[in-house]
């Protein structure tokens, strides 16, 4: 029974060392997407029931390869015995009966534990403090839609960071314009699906400020992959600095009015929307402030103009099978056209 | 099989030409014939699906790789997981339930033989249908050849508005036409069971593997029908006007997901119910004991059977159902847990007091036991719903069914193949190629499904064909792919080992391990009748009794 117990510490130990690593490499990393470095209360309640879940599941592993071990060497056929056969032993009720009670109360304790968490998580009355967003997933691209702050942008998410004593957190309304996606954050909080016609939600109260990284998780097509997103978490001021922004109509710059009339005559305008002209498609990102944006092509590439007037003219050498059309400017036209979307600030 | 020249004194027969003997095969209602041809169907598609895995991995080499394109990549995936369950461990699973029930009931032939054959080709016809769309897929202007929906094909993907030309109509017709297939084998393996056992074999008596096969036949019919179902459902959606999962126009993804997992989760314990079999039989012969708690594990594996047809909807746990439900299945699976943690553990106990031989076919069955307890706790983790919202659609999930389906259930059908190649081709594996094999794959297993696990933990999600640099998961990926190669390599030796101990291996004689069952009393190859004369049993090892006439089993029952 004492082996038994080093090996069971022994096991514990290892795993938790394991998980320390992975934490301590993800808190040195700012990419991490590491679902063991969580950053706000939901991810840090799913953590705890990990830990918990791993530490039994990991006693059940070290006592069940143990026994397995061990009859395995001990009743090993020797070369003496070979030709006897053992004994014939067909059961025993009583030890059955105590591998079946057992894992029975193991179970009642793991569903009770998850049964609270679901509960925490998923039943979490709305507080009047919390941001809404509404987050409609598209082929291959996220908008974004701030109701009680008139916002609409896409991809890049932007949040208040929530203080504990006042809690503000982002409460996100799920759809989806087309095939599910999956919203998944791994440092914020556990995945929701956009599913068409059935609207789900899902809540994050970051802590800290920083970028997060996370990416659609359900697979929607051929550009899956490619449909990353990222959430800016911000502090009150920021955040409030960047939704007075993001109201503005867009910046109308006489010194480029060819190109925005490349953008307002060509099929741009059939899927974008540029608030305040006459471009109000919805099929694609909402341009109004597309230089407040870090990436284009839903993080598929940064936002440089070498990479924007590339992905104007080619969008498949950054997202093959994007539903982005090749646009066919001419060199004038396309000269123009970045001259304007480089206004768009 | 052996008998294409036969020599009698002074007169001289020759051997079948080849078309005739190509005839016999194709029109055989032979059970034992059925089950061959089942299980080479099944390895030239195992060799098949491999071999886009292979693909999948060079291009998750690295991040940013261009190996293939993203189109390709997506349709190796979806015709990798449809070729290996539909077309791999079906088959293979139904092909050693043909060869070995009658056998080991006592009997001469399945209930309904023709519908035997009838069900053999119609499943063959359905994976032959899901390979033509590669030449016969595409049908507009860039629209896909082969199916890229997935091989679960979640709605509305499958609708026509997002999968335009025919790629998925030959994934829904190649699934409903093997569908009914397996539904007609079921239908026989079960009549068979029922119907078809020899004097003596009472129910109480019949090996565990007949037991095990009964409950996969139920659950065959229960699970089979509801996918035929929404293949229909589908197919009304995208030709008739349909509108059940199309959402363009109202319909339900969520009732797609519903259907498919009523079967996709019940086909996972369709798999490993013939896993449970073949180590129910094995582990004991090399323990040299019964099977400990016989009417345990019967009623473990009923249990199994039951409770495994409501749990289907822990697949869906992040696509927003509400609280109740979520609590509801993941109480459901984790009961699952108590009845296959029943089973280890007589499986444990009747190894405990033993004389274990550590023979190929018990290696690769406690390869089995210990992969198996490994991603049934994997299974456990992901059953705690709150968990699951971050494990599920990552690789932590790849993981953790790659080791259910290779390391539990691929594991226990290499140790049949060990174990019965002898009955069937009368000749003995090579032991050193067998050691070859078990030692490589096993390598090349944990290699490949032990690192996958962290990369989703790492965040990564499945289904993607490429993915950003800087997010420690380049390194986890290229290991993972060497482990798949390493695997392939094992395949190799074992596809090389059937082939040359077909001609060369040493005879194996009658009953090679000195076993108990019925099937070992009879030749090997058994003759077209299998049994001179039906056999009676007195107990659940009736061989036990015959060579231990001073003890026998039947004394005790």
Same mark, same amino acid.
């Given at each position: 029974m004492q082996r038994v117990k080093n090996t069971i510490r022994t096991e514990f130990y290892s795993v938790a060392f394991l998980f320390c690593c992975m934490a301590t490499a993800a808190a040195a990393d700012p990419s991490s997407t590491n679902v063991f470095a969580p950053q706000s209360t939901p991810a840090k309640s799913i953590f705890h029931l990990s830990l918990f879940v791993l530490a039994i599941t990991g006693i059940i592993f070290a006592v069940v390869c143990t026994l397995l071990v061990y009859s395995l060497l001990k009743f090993r056929a020797r070369s003496s015995s070979a030709n006897s056969e053992p004994a014939q032993v067909y059961g025993s009720t009583q030890i059955e009966l105590a591998w079946t009670v057992i894992p029975i109360l193991i179970v009642v304790v793991l569903f009770m534990a998850t049964a609270r968490v679901v509960h925490a998580i998923q039943d979490a009355p709305m507080p009047a403090s919390a941001v809404e967003v509404t987050v409609i997933g598209h082929q291959f691209w996220w908008e974004y839609r701030y109701p009680q702050l008139g916002v609409v942008t896409a991809n890049e998410l932007h949040i208040p960071v929530s203080d504990p004593a006042h809690p503000t957190p982002t409460f996100l309304q799920l759809l989806s314009a087309d095939t599910d996606h999956s919203f998944w954050v791994p440092e914020l909080a556990g995945k929701t699906d956009l599913v068409p016609n059935h609207p789900n939600r899902m809540w994050m109260d970051p802590e800290h400020t920083g970028t997060f990284l996370g990416q659609c998780a359900q697979y929607c097509g051929t550009q899956h992959a490619k449909m990353l997103l990222r959430v800016s978490v911000d502090t009150p001021e920021d955040f409030a600095e960047w939704v007075r922004e993001q109201r503005q109509p867009a910046v109308a710059d006489e010194r480029v009015s060819a190109g925005k009339r490349v953008f307002e005559t060509t099929a741009c305008i059939n899927c974008h929307s540029i608030k305040g002209t006459v471009a109000n498609g919805r099929f694609g990102p909402d341009l109004t402030h597309l230089m407040s944006r870090s990436t284009i092509a839903a993080g598929a590439a940064l936002n440089t103009p070498e990479n924007l007037r590339l992905w104007i003219q080619n969008p498949d050498a950054i997202k093959r099978g994007s539903l982005m059309p090749a646009m066919q400017l001419s060199k004038s036209d396309l000269d123009a056209l970045m001259g304007y979307l480089e206004t768009l600030r | 099989m052996s008998s294409n020249a036969i020599t009698v004194p002074g007169i001289r027969i020759e051997g079948k030409p080849l078309v005739e003997t190509l005839h016999e095969w194709i029109t055989t209602v032979d059970h034992k014939r059925l089950g061959i041809l089942y299980v080479i169907y099944a390895l030239g598609f195992l060799v098949v699906g491999g071999v886009e895995a292979l693909i999948i991995r060079i291009q998750l080499m690295h991040s940013h790789n261009d190996f293939v394109s993203p189109q390709v990549f997506n349709r190796l995936f979806t015709m990798h997981g449809t070729t290996m369950i539909f077309f791999v461990v079906m088959p293979v699973m139904f092909g050693f339930a043909n060869y070995l029930v009658p056998l080991m009931i006592g009997?001469?032939?399945?209930?309904?033989p023709r519908l035997n054959a009838f069900s053999f080709w119609l499943s063959a016809f359905g994976g032959l249908l899901l390979y033509f769309s590669f030449l016969g897929g595409s049908g507009l202007y860039g629209a896909g050849n082969a199916?890229?929906?997935?091989? !679960?094909?979640y709605a509305p993907l499958g609708a026509r508005a997002f999968s335009p030309g025919h790629s998925s109509d030959y994934w829904t017709l190649s699934l409903l036409v093997s569908g009914f297939g397996s539904i007609g084998t079921a239908i026989n393996i079960i009549a068979t069971i029922l119907c078809m056992r020899c004097p003596g074999m009472k129910l109480g008596r019949m090996p565990l593997l007949v037991w095990l096969y009964l409950v996969m036949g139920g659950m065959v019919l229960i699970a089979i029908t509801p996918l035929s179902a929404a293949q229909i459902m589908l197919l009304i959606d995208r030709?008739?006007?349909?509108?059940?999962?199309d959402t363009q126009a109202g319909g339900s993804a969520v009732l797609w997901m519903h259907f498919f997992w009523i079967f996709g989760h019940p086909e996972v314990y369709i798999l490993v119910m013939p896993a449970f079999a073949f180590c129910s039989e094995i582990i004991p012969v090399f323990s040299r004991k019964p099977i400990f708690g016989y009417p345990a594990m019967v009623a473990a594996s009923v249990a199994i059977g039951l409770v495994s047809t409501s749990v289907w909807a822990h697949h869906m746990f992040s696509v927003g159902m509400n609280s109740y439900a979520n609590t509801f299945f993941a109480i459901t699976t984790m009961a699952v847990g108590i009845p296959t943690g029943i089973k280890i553990f007589n499986w444990i106990g009747t190894m405990w007091g033993g004389r274990i031989q550590f023979k190929l076919p018990m290696l690769f069955c406690l390869g089995f036991l210990f992969q198996f307890l490994i991603a049934g706790l994997t299974g456990i983790i992901q059953a705690t719903v709150p968990v699951d919202w971050q494990l599920t659609l990552s690789y932590f999930v790849v993981a953790h069914f790659h080791y259910v389906i290779v390391g539990g259930i691929l594991f226990a059908l290499f140790g049949a193949f060990y174990y019965w190649y002898p009955k069937v081709t009368g000749r003995m594996l090579s032991e050193r190629l067998g050691k070859w094999h078990f030692w490589l794959f096993l390598i090349g297993f944990h290699v490949t499904f032990d690192v996958m696990h962290i990369p989703g933990l790492l965040g990564m999600p499945r289904r993607i064909y490429t993915y950003e640099p800087g997010r420690g998961w380049d390194t986890l990926n290229l290991i993972v792919s060497i482990g798949a190669f390493i695997q392939a390599v094992a395949i190799l030796v074992f596809v090389w080992n059937l082939i040359v101990s077909y001609f060369k291996g040493a005879k194996a004689g009658n009953d090679p391990w000195d076993? !108990?069952?019925?099937?070992?009393?009879?030749?090997?190859?058994?003759?077209?009748?299998?049994?001179a004369t039906v056999p009676v049993v007195a107990s659940r090892r009736p061989l036990w009794d015959l060579k231990h006439p001073e003890d026998p089993d039947s004394q005790y029952e």
């Open positions: - | 009997a001469r032939d399945m209930a309904f199916p890229d929906v997935g091989w !679960w094909a030709y008739l006007g349909g509108h059940f999962f076993a !108990w069952t019925l099937e070992w009393s009879t030749s090997s190859p058994p003759p077209a009748y299998n049994f």
